[in-house]
């Protein structure tokens, strides 16, 4: 199970933190993405970290503003978001699942999902 946290309402150029509870598995089991929907747009991922040896991919939308992390003792992963931008509004979700690297990007490729958590950039 994974449970999504952290949203909220915050002005641009503001900053959240996600975090991604996951219960029932290990962080090493499999790896993390988050990703994001707004509404009438397709689900995009934005962000992943490996279950083995941790490496990270992000999105060009979101490259040098967002940084994943994850705590093992707390089976934890979090989402630092920093400037954030009204394009950024969105529904975020994690997942968990074991995509191969060059496309960990697809949503097919994980299969637990998060129930969302809603983040709105507005002044």
């Known amino acids: 199970q994974l449970q999504a946290s952290g949203g909220g309402l915050v002005q641009p150029g503001g900053s959240l933190r996600l975090s991604c509870a996951v219960s029932?598995?290990?962080?090493?089991?499999?790896?993390i993405g988050w990703f994001r929907q707004a509404p009438g747009k397709e689900r995009e991922g934005i962000s992943y970290?490996?279950?083995?040896?941790?490496?990270?991919c992000y999105s060009d939308s979101v490259k040098g503003r967002f940084t994943i992390s994850r705590d093992n003792a707390k089976n934890t992963v979090s989402l630092q978001m920093n400037s954030l931008k009204s394009e950024d509004t969105a529904i975020y979700y994690c997942?968990?699942?074991?995509?191969?690297?060059?496309?960990?990007?697809?949503?097919?490729?994980?299969?637990?999902w998060g129930q969302g958590t809603l983040v709105t950039v507005s002044s």
């Open positions: 029932g598995f290990t962080l090493g089991a499999g790896s």
């Open positions: 970290i490996r279950g083995s040896g941790g490496s990270q």
């Open positions: 997942a968990l699942g074991r995509p191969v690297a060059s496309a960990w990007f697809t949503s097919s490729m994980y299969y637990y």
